[in-house]
């Protein structure tokens, strides 16, 4: 069974440049994470989607991120325009949403970005 | 709120010994699940274990094992046997159930486990 991919895995820009994150979950996983993970840290969420809708956008800097995820499978996540202070890994995670909170969550590779 | 504090940033341990790394935390609910992932150098977190807050009996998976203290708010992992395999960030996380959001997995800073041949 193919994991969470993701891509690109790496991406340099230069900062108040426009840069977009892509996730496919696992096949079947309703519920879909983005994370931010600074160097050194543990993530953060930005988003959760249950199906298409974003549940839990609480932590996503609305002014310069924006997330969708179409028909209920891939998601994008989008950056515009970039700081430096967005340099980070992010992670795209999914879940089976079946069983709520007690649900495993499985881990893409990440998109590390370092914004110039 | 929630919070999960790993106070260790580094620890290193020498092939086939035992390593035991420290997580505390700290919620307000009463039914939440604990969990440990592992992330390598090429950075694909992989859940480790994970245990149900309200089950007494600490979980174990192979080589890996926790000792959970309720009353103390306290999830540790310990390894054993370590491999050099074992080499990577381990975090403490905590999801519990907040009425109306479902659920919320909390990460801790992680601590960067070396072994050492």
């Known amino acids: 069974e193919a994991g969470v991919v993701q891509s690109p895995r790496y991406k340099i820009i230069e900062k108040k440049q426009p840069v977009a994150f892509w996730c496919n979950p696992i096949?079947?996983?309703?519920?879909l994470y983005w994370y931010r993970q600074n160097l050194g840290q543990g993530p953060e969420l930005l988003i959760r989607y249950e199906n298409e809708e974003a549940v839990d956008d609480s932590q996503l800097p609305k002014d310069r991120f924006s997330a969708e995820r179409l028909k209920g499978v891939d998601s994008t996540l989008k950056i515009q325009p970039a700081e430096l202070g967005d340099s980070a890994v992010y992670l795209c995670?999914?879940?089976?949403?079946?069983?709520?909170?007690?649900?495993?969550?499985?881990f893409g590779p990440g998109t590390r970005l370092t914004v110039l | 709120a929630q919070t999960v504090t790993q106070s260790q940033p580094e620890m290193s341990v020498q092939e086939a010994e035992t390593v035991t790394l420290s997580c505390t935390y700290d919620?307000?609910?009463?039914?939440?699940?604990l969990f440990w992932y592992k992330q390598p150098p090429s950075r694909q977190m992989i859940l480790v274990i994970r245990?149900?807050?309200?089950?007494?009996q600490n979980a174990t998976e192979n080589r890996f094992s926790v000792n959970f203290q309720k009353a103390a708010k306290s999830f540790s992992l310990k390894i054993s046997d370590s491999q050099l395999g074992d080499t990577a960030m381990y975090f403490c996380a905590l999801s519990s159930f907040f009425t109306g959001a479902n659920s919320k997995l909390t990460f801790g800073k992680g601590i960067t486990l070396s072994v050492r041949p």
């Open positions: 919620t307000s609910e009463n039914n939440y699940y």
């Open positions: 995670a999914s879940s089976s949403g079946l069983v709520k909170f007690t649900d495993t969550q499985y």
């Open positions: 096949s079947g996983h309703n519920t």
């Open positions: 245990q149900e807050a309200y089950k007494q």
